[in-house]
């Protein structure tokens, strides 16, 4: 499938979505649960443990047809999940690196993306820094 204007409109009305239920849902654990920033991120970790499970279930009902316009996959998992939690994709690909037998593969990724997450995190923090001292 070639990336098209249809395609585009789906998976960002899709992100919007995702996007606005992200923030409500991390609005309202942070603030019902009483999160405070020095503790746990509770709502950032619900909201990633959400993404993962509609992934899976958005990719289930795609494989067994109950999804079967190539958008509306499009706007529901890259769109809706990819807005809402980015860890969806990620699981999703590595549940694939793993079903294919790549466990090599699927190791580096989860180590690489964790750790060079964490790394291009402080890089570009500190970057920020070092400009606004300017």
Known sequence: MGISIRTLLCVGGGCFIGGVLRYLTGWYVY??????????????????????FFMGVFCGFAT????????????????????YSTLAAFAY???????????????????????????????GNSSANLICKC
């Not at 603030?31 to 993962?52: A, D, Q, R, V």
């Not at 047809?65 to 529901?76: D, E, Q």
């Open 64 to 83: 067994n047809g109950l999804i079967s316009s190539p958008n509306l996959r499009l706007a529901v998992t890259a769109g809706l999940c990819g807005g």
């Open 31 to 52: 603030n019902k649960w009483g999160i405070t920033p020095s503790g746990m991120p509770w709502h950032t970790l619900i909201i990633n443990f959400f993404g993962c």
């Open 93 to 123: 690909e590595n549940s694939q690196l793993l079903r294919a037998g790549s466990y090599l593969a699927s190791g580096l990724y989860m180590v690489l993306t964790v750790v060079g997450s964490l790394l291009l995190f402080w890089l």
